[in-house]
């Protein structure tokens, strides 16, 4: 099984940059494999992968993920060409739609049909990539426009049609495309006892592409800290749960609650959502069930820890993204070290 760690978020105000390198420099030591860099609505995923380009030798730099209603096609597909070049093709790019929330408050763009939009984006991605010019004719996108002076063009850069492309999806269309279409998942709202809820799909979708779903890397994961208060550390990721069922999207489209709901949390999920859009925060993540937070997270004494990832080795997932506990770099990385040596044991 394969390791994962993310930097970035919405909140990155206060980052100390310093640190955050010192972070990643040592977890490429580690022999970490891959390093996500999160967008949403504070960094942007892709300027700390290029100094981080800089800084290590072996991990893979991951956009994870870049939203397409923030950049024409075009501009990603020049985006991800040039970090594989900086970093000698170790760059890994990761798309997702976002929500209405963010696409059409902050880009000021329309959110809807968004499995159409991003099936053209990797139309067009791909045709860039491969080194042809790219003319397009799609419902949400078209190139050249149409009636100007414009011609299709190709890229000046080598062509790049390796380029990994990792999906982040969740509704069951989208996770059919990603089966088809994508090298890898990168999944949130996982469980593993629940993979039903997602693996059905993207088997359907690989499968219609001639493909299996052992084609394609399943990363999923979450924080990781070792103790023996479980009921402490449940309750302190509580409200982020909460805001996850509650905040990541509209009342109307939340694609984290609709998964957890497809996982069996049917009235969880309902009541975590209405008690945090009256909000009643407090509430809504005391309404949180334990077996939620503990499941899609590695928390526990290492014994269970261990038993963790062995579930997530028998569902199948090939690379555990980790978010590992502490106060200070030092402490993160001590708990990243002491996990990946269980995961080589647990899941070689």
């Known amino acids: 099984m394969r390791t994962a760690i993310g930097i970035g978020s919405a909140y990155a105000s206060g980052t100390d940059w310093r640190a955050l390198t010192g972070y990643v420099v040592e977890a490429d030591r580690l022999g970490v494999d891959d390093v996500w860099s999160a967008e949403a609505w504070g960094t942007d995923a892709v300027t700390p992968l290029a100094y981080l380009a800089a800084r290590t030798e072996r991990i893979r730099l991951g956009a994870g993920i870049m939203q397409i209603s923030a950049r024409a096609p075009s501009m990603t597909a020049m985006t991800a060409m040039s970090l594989a070049s900086m970093s000698k093709d170790r760059f890994v790019l990761g798309l997702g739609v976002s929500g209405p929330q ?98 059905p799909a ?17 990363q999923v994961g979450g924080d990781v800290e070792f103790g023996d208060d ?73 014994a269970r820890i261990r038993n963790r990832i062995r579930a997530y ?15 200070t770099a030092a402490e993160r990385l001590d708990t990243l070290g002491r996990v990946v040596e269980l995961i080589r044991e647990e899941a070689p």
Do not use: C
């Open 202 to 218: 993207l088997r359907a979708g690989a499968e219609r592409a001639g493909r299996r779903l052992a084609d394609i890397d399943i």
């Open 313 to 327: 080795r028998d569902a199948g997932v090939t690379t555990l993204r980790l978010n590992p506990a502490g106060s």
């Open 230 to 302: 479980l009921e402490r550390m449940a309750a302190r990721r509580k409200p982020a749960m909460a805001f996850t069922l509650g905040g990541m999207g509209s009342a109307q489209t939340n694609f984290y609650n609709d998964a957890y709901r497809r996982a069996g949390f049917v009235e969880a999920a309902r009541e975590v959502q209405a008690l945090w859009i009256a909000r009643r925060r407090e509430e809504a993540a005391a309404r949180v069930p334990d077996e939620m937070v503990l499941g899609n997270n590695l928390v526990g004494d290492e």
């Open 102 to 199: 963010v696409v059409e408050g902050l880009h000021g763009t329309a959110f809807a049909k968004p499995l159409g939009r991003l099936r053209e984006y990797v139309d067009i991605l791909k045709i860039a990539l491969s080194g042809e010019k790219i003319a397009y004719d799609g419902e949400h996108y078209t190139l050249p426009r149409p009636g100007g002076e414009g011609k299709a063009i190709r890229m000046s850069q080598p062509p790049r049609p390796q380029l990994p492309i990792y999906l982040a999806t969740l509704g069951p269309k989208s996770l059919e495309f990603t089966g088809e279409a994508a090298d890898g998942w990168l999944g949130t709202s996982f469980i593993p006892e629940h993979g039903d809820a997602f693996f």
